[in-house]
């Protein structure tokens, strides 16, 4: 039985687009060189074998996600940071709550990190774009923390309703999902060489600091780099 439900994202400054665009698709030519449109890279897709990537060996699919999580580590604050929370089943009284947990959760530290740069005089909003899977749940849940707040506070820097999309559409999308693998796998599978790769991108209040960005939501006694970061904060 699955034992985490997690939620992937990133935050990436408009003039990153191009760059990061290219270089996911650079990494496309390296594995697929005589196909010239786009391919989206899905993570479970990939890990899975299926589709475009049924006749790879394990050990080619796990190089090209590490490629990915490469790409993703390599990245630079503050115009690329990855988040992520993790929810546990001991910290759920019903299945149905762990969509609006991570959500929240993960709204909450986006809200965060842009209110940490306008305090150190870059102001900047954010226009989320999400996966247009649960899209009805999400559309709800932050319309509501745009008008109310969510239980951590007022979401104030959110410059409009979110836009859905597939990870067919965009490469952003692409990499926000090799993230939330990454970080289920490890939570999951205890599996760290994705994770380890990109754990460097993960929102830090301090450049030497944990990852503020990494939010794991559990009841047990936990270990992880998350919850012992949090715990001694």
């Known amino acids: 039985m699955q034992r985490h439900f997690v939620l992937g994202a990133i935050a990436v400054h408009e003039d990153q687009i191009q760059k990061l665009t290219k270089e996911m698709d650079d990494i496309q030519k390296k594995y697929f060189p005589l196909i010239h449109i786009s391919i989206p890279l899905h993570a479970t897709d990939i890990h899975e074998g299926k589709g475009h990537f049924d ?49 929240e959760d993960l709204t909450n530290r986006f809200n965060i990190f842009l209110n940490r740069l306008r305090s150190k005089g870059l102001p900047s909003k954010g226009l989320p774009i999400i996966d247009q899977a649960h899209q ?64 460097p991108s993960f929102d830090k209040v301090a450049p030497d600091g944990g990852p503020d960005g990494l939010k794991h939501l559990t009841e047990e006694d936990c270990s992880c780099v998350a919850c012992k970061w949090h715990k001694h904060r």
């Open 55 to 103: 006749n790879f060996t394990r050990e080619k699919r796990e190089e090209l996600l590490l490629d990915i999580c490469r790409l993703i580590g390599k990245q630079t604050f503050p115009r690329f940071v990855s988040f992520a929370t993790a929810v546990h089943i001991s910290a759920l009284q019903s299945e149905k709550e762990a969509l609006d947990m991570v959500i």
């Open 136 to 199: 009805e749940r999400y559309r709800e849940l932050i319309a509501l923390y745009q008008k109310r707040g969510s239980r951590y506070g007022y979401l104030g820097h959110f410059i409009d309703i979110p836009y859905f999309a597939t990870a067919r559409d965009t490469r952003m999308l692409q990499l926000a999902d090799v993230c939330a693998y990454s970080v289920f796998r490890y939570y999951e599978k205890n599996d760290h060489k994705f994770f380890d790769t990109l754990f």
